[in-house]
């Protein structure tokens, strides 16, 4: 169930109202998207923080309240709602004074932003020297404009699946290679890590013919989807290799297990890559090849296949999941295992390791990414690139630069020498002592 709620009054819901407010039992990724940023807010009776719709709202910078029960009862079309996507809270039909609180924080917020922009142009440099890069996500057009606004300095993952969620037929390879050819444009030199298409899971393509499957999450998905229906990949690849011409391309494979599949991959590339030349289209002035890191499995893969990689890519979302069986789509399972307990910044440390090794630059693209704390840690551990929402840049940078993150990672080591099981409070205290 559907309904479009408005500050407007009497809306019958029949068409759009001006500043709508979605509120339904769950959405998918695609239905947001068809909405789009028209859209000034989401508040559903289910769904789940770490599902692709959440990051879809997160993209458009959209507040979306999840595990509001009853709304779709309790709210008639055209009712005032107020949605504070931050607080997780919502208030219906609220009272003036309510109505002048939230004025208030909006104003409070927007002058926060106004301190972030003034950094901007500033490394997110800790007080030890150590410079980590902040790079963004993005997969939408509307996404790049944020990539001046935001300071970033490249874009860390582009989820190609996006563009192919909010249409009703697969894009045609021209059609595609234009559309990568503007994003690398707007990049204006920063580079771009395209992911290839990542279906599958919860995000299903209208155009598709659904799997029947018991656990989509771990089911045909991703790169398991591109190896068994190579057309598409290929297309995929090809609109690439001739978007990126005399530019510097990055592609980056998705939800690779195990090294058989990278390698596959890599040799579908190579052979795209071969095909185009030959055809006598200009090639891409560089090629870099890389993996996401989201199974844990991948951690443990031989020596050869870090060396196979020009770089690397934490995707926190589903390494997280799979690591503590906890389905990031369900919010009772999802919130009982912290990013930082111990036995997950092992599992950071071990990556890191392996990846120095080897000599590969490493990333972390996941939401957590974006959340401060979570972020500084994960430069503590060792990883020198993260990648998050456009919108998380300013706080991540303004703490970066205001602390030691050598100091911090003495801070952890001691603390994860002591047993501790979850280091988010040493973190904090030390945070507090800053
Ligand atoms: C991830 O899993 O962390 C990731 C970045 O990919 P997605 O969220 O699109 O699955
Ligand atoms: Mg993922």
């Known amino acids: 169930m559907l309904r479009i709620l408005t500050g407007q009054g009497s809306n019958t819901g029949a068409e759009m109202p001006d500043d709508p ?39 458009l910078a959209i507040p979306l309240v999840i595990h509001t029960s009853r709304i779709t ?5 055209g009712d005032p709602i107020l949605v504070d996507g931050d607080q997780g809270i919502v208030h219906l039909r609220p009272e003036e004074s309510v109505a002048a609180a939230f004025r208030d924080n909006l104003a409070m917020q927007a002058e926060a932003q106004d301190r972030y922009a003034s950094l901007r142009n500033l490394p997110a440099t800790g007080t030890c020297g150590t410079t980590i890069q902040l790079y963004m996500n993005a997969g939408l057009m509307a996404d790049l404009p944020s990539l001046e606004g935001s300071g970033a300095e490249g874009v860390g993952l582009f989820r190609t699946e996006l563009q192919f969620l909010i249409r009703n037929h697969v894009p045609r390879r021209a059609e595609l290679a234009r559309l990568y050819r503007h994003v690398i444009d707007s990049a204006k030199g920063k580079p771009v890590m395209f992911r290839t298409l990542d279906i599958g899971s919860d995000k299903v393509l209208p155009y598709m013919k659904p799997q029947d499957e018991p656990n989509p999450a771990m089911g045909w998905r991703a790169i398991r989807v ?4 190579r057309g598409v990949l290929r297309m995929q690849l090809q ?3 001739r978007a990126s011409a005399g530019c510097p391309l990055h592609v980056m494979f998705p939800f690779i297990s195990d090294i058989t599949e990278y390698e596959a991959a ?16 200009d090639m891409p002035s560089d090629i870099r090849v890389g993996a996401m890191l989201e199974t844990p499995a991948l951690a443990f893969a031989p020596k050869r296949f870090f060396e196979m990689c020009d770089f690397i890519s934490i995707g926190g979302n589903d390494l997280k999941q799979f690591f503590f069986a906890a389905d990031r789509e ?4 999802r919130r009982r295992y912290d990013t930082l307990s111990a ?19 490493l990333s972390f693209c996941g939401e957590d990414a974006g959340r401060p704390i979570e972020a500084l840690t994960f430069a503590a ?16 940078k303004h703490l970066i630069r205001r602390v030691s993150i050598s100091e911090l990672r003495q801070v952890i080591d001691d603390a994860q020498d002591s047993g501790l099981t979850n280091l988010r409070r040493p973190i904090t205290e030390w945070l507090a002592r800053q």
């Open 226 to 229: 591109g190896l068994d229906k």
């Open 73 to 77: 009862a309790e709210a008639l079309n």
């Open 343 to 361: 036995s997950f910044l092992m599992l950071l440390r071990q990556i890191v390791a392996r990846c120095e090794e080897a000599r590969v630059p």
């Open 266 to 281: 890599y040799r579908i590339l190579m052979h795209e890559l071969a095909r185009e030349q030959r055809l006598g289209h």
């Open 381 to 396: 551990l060792g990883i020198r690139r993260l990648s998050m929402r456009p919108a998380s840049i300013g706080p991540v």
């Open 330 to 333: 369900n919010e009772r399972v």
């Open 239 to 241: 609109s690439l290799i």
């Open 21 to 59: 407010i979605l509120v339904a039992r769950n959405i998918g990724p695609a239905e947001l998207l068809e909405y789009g940023r028209k859209l000034k807010g989401v508040v559903l009776e289910e769904g789940s923080v770490g599902s692709h719709a959440a990051i879809v709202a997160r993209a």
